[in-house]
């Protein structure tokens, strides 16, 4: 069974820096032909994506964290990181984990990050 397990979440101050984890268990070798993402919702607000890392490592960031955040993944640990610099107080919200591959959709319990101003 697939899981992901989001960590490295918590209370920052504006202009600070996180950086999240996501460690994903059973999926064996299907790791490296997954795609895997991170999105966020703040509450009242629909689920967004953040960052998006392909099986081939092509990257896409979403232009409200543009220059700030970085994903990264390794596929040897099974785990997908975003690091996040210049945090801003929109930046609140629960941060998920997401592994795609063909038509299914895994989803991590997510992290909560709150950036007070």
Known sequence: QVQLEESG???VQ???SLRLSCAVSGSGPYFRLSDMGW???APGKQREMVAVISRESNIDYADFVKGRFTI???NFKNTVSLQMDSLKPEDTAVYYCNRR???SDFWGQGTQVTVSS
């Open 9 to 11: 979440g918590g209370l």
């Open 14 to 16: 504006a202009g600070g």
């Open 39 to 41: 999105y966020r919702q």
């Open 101 to 103: 591959l063909g038509d």
């Open 72 to 74: 990264s993944r390794d």
